[in-house]
């Protein structure tokens, strides 16, 4: 598919005047997307499906993902030799893909580079979705790998035991690494609980409302009511040391671990029901070829901007067929939450383009009356468009 090249300074001294790129690949083609490759695969998904023949091989049906190339070629000189490398400079969905499929239902280790660059790396993968949504679909099991304190990356830690045979290294690697690999939902909480800052103010990055906001969005958007409540509990423990800590006791009150439990519960659950609220009113818009096309004036309304004329014409011959899509999506939940309002500036040029489609009025009057009631109207034309009754609108105070 293509060539990489990597420069090594240690066997070849460089000439002053020349600074090349640490890595040098061929150029993207139609075959060599680096996004979608993992180096060392086409060996690696045979090497996984054979099972364990002695102790220091790799385990049946497991992946290590590492990040350079020569740490693969590293650890196949010992005997590792069920490990591929992500290329380009990240992990990418497609990647992840790839390593699932080739271990259906087995066990993914990430063990990329022990830096502060290999950890933001790790932190962005847990916290984005695309872990969660590989374990959803393919049902891999997928793990965090650290290395061993001031070991960079595992070549590294090959040429720290360069002296020991490969197979007392392989050995070494096993149990100093993988067997020490974390569930990527136990490394990322931790991370979370790590990052909590008792000298950060109210509202900064790190403070206790900070990390206890993040662990709920988490929890919201990576699991299911019981592994919430699981982890909830778990880490609800946690918060209550600390919080008992830095009152300098060592016990910490059941009481206020039960209220952090139940708070963190209510709020990540709060926050997955206004997620599947979005899904299904997405869902639902496209559940129809004729209802797709209606998506943009949708989502227009909901940030309380009007239709366009041809937006309006599509909403009307849903209305006149007597569809009631608009307003089951609409009293789903209250949208205006879930949306930030426009400008001023936009929310008056959009102004201008709506119509007054009497069809219009009637379909979104009851999903939209709600929201306005109590509200003054700076233009007429809005609460006639909206079908509010102006006896019903209050005056300005």
């Known amino acids: 598919m293509g060539f990489g090249g990597r420069i090594l300074p240690s066997i070849v001294e460089m000439p002053n005047a020349y600074n090349p790129p640490k890595y040098l690949n061929s150029p993207e083609s139609l075959v060599f997307k680096k996004k979608c490759i993992l180096f060392g695969h086409s060996l690696a998904k045979e090497t996984v499906k054979q099972p364990k023949k002695s102790e220091h091989e790799q385990l ?4 290590i993902l590492v990040e350079g190339y020569m740490d693969v070629m590293s650890l196949w000189t010992i005997g590792v030799r069920n490990v591929v490398a992500a ?34 790396a790790l932190e962005r993968l847990c916290s984005n979705g695309l872990l969660s949504r590989i374990v959803s679909k393919y049902g891999t099991e997928i793990s965090i ?8 990356d595992p ?6 035991k360069a002296e020991a045979a490969s197979t007392t290294i392989a050995d070494a690697f096993q149990t100093e690494v993988l067997s020490k690999s974390q569930d990527w939902i136990d490394w990322y909480l931790q991370q979370l609980l790590e990052s909590y800052d008792s000298k950060a103010g109210r509202g900064r990055a790190g403070s206790f409302g900070d990390v206890f906001e993040r662990v709920a969005n988490f929890l919201a958007n990576n699991m299911g009511p019981a592994d919430r409540t699981k982890h909830a509990c778990e880490i609800a423990v946690s918060l209550a040391k600390t919080t008992a800590n830095e009152m300098g006791s060592d016990h910490a009150s059941s009481a206020v671990q039960n209220q952090l439990e139940s708070d963190l519960i209510d709020l990540s659950s709060h926050l997955a029901e206004k997620k599947r609220a979005i899904q299904r009113r997405t869902e639902l818009v496209n559940s ?33 067929k007597g569809s009631d899509l608009l307003s089951v999506a609409l009293n789903d939940v209250d949208l205006l939450d879930k949306f930030p309002a426009p400008s ?40 006639q468009w909206l079908g509010v009754d102006e006896d019903k609108v209050c005056s300005a105070s």
């Open 87 to 120: 290329m380009g400079t990240a992990v990418t969905m497609d990647q992840l893909a790839i390593a699932a499929k080739s271990i259906r239902n087995g066990n993914l280790v990430l063990c990329l580079d022990n830096d502060s660059a290999g950890l933001l």
């Open 288 to 320: 129809d070829g004729n209802v797709g096309s209606q998506k943009d004036a949708l989502f227009a309304l909901t940030r309380g901007s009007g239709p366009s004329a041809d937006e309006s014409d599509k909403l009307s011959s849903s209305a006149s």
């Open 145 to 152: 790998a650290l290395l061993p304190s001031g070991i960079k």
């Open 344 to 383: 001023f500036e936009r929310a008056s040029l959009t102004r201008r383009k709506r119509t007054h489609d009497a069809a219009i009025s009637r379909t979104l009057n009851k999903a939209l009356t709600p929201h306005f009631s109590g509200f003054r109207f700076m233009y007429k034309s809005d609460s």
């Open 60 to 63: 049946a049906n497991t992946l």
């Open 155 to 160: 070549g590294e830690f090959i040429e720290s």
